[in-house]
């Protein structure tokens, strides 16, 4: 089994930044990508950024410029760097990791953390 959890997360005005982490830890042999994801209240869960394990990255078209997704793989820890936040970005955010768990079994799994709350006020 795999823990992922989420800290960081927060109030703030629009405008501000926030850092979120996300440490990764278990049965863990390879990380293949990271990412993050948010859920509004009444909104679908949608992709907000993931980086594969050699460190490529894509992002959400509305927060492409603002966030910036990077992860340290000798922690299993990927952060997502959140700037010139809007209120529209207030969410749950969860962090996602697809991870493979032995050297002797070349499944992947998806894991999923608890979330953690970003709340932007204007």
């Known amino acids: 089994q795999v823990q992922l959890v989420e800290s960081g997360g927060g109030l703030v005005q629009a405008g501000g930044s926030l850092r979120l982490s996300c440490a990764a830890s278990?049965?863990?042999?390879?990380?293949?990508?990271m990412g993050w994801y948010r859920q509004a209240p009444g909104k679908q869960r949608e992709l907000v950024g993931r980086i594969t394990s050699g460190g490529s990255t894509n992002y959400a078209d509305s927060v492409k410029g603002r966030f910036t997704i990077s992860r340290d793989n000798a922690k299993n820890t990927v952060y997502l760097e959140m700037n010139s936040l809007k209120p529209e970005d207030s969410a749950v955010y969860y962090c996602n990791a697809l991870v493979r768990e032995s050297s002797r079994n070349y499944n992947e799994y998806e894991y999923w953390g608890q979330g953690t709350q970003v709340t932007v006020s204007s």
């Open positions: 278990g049965s863990i042999f390879s990380i293949n990508h």
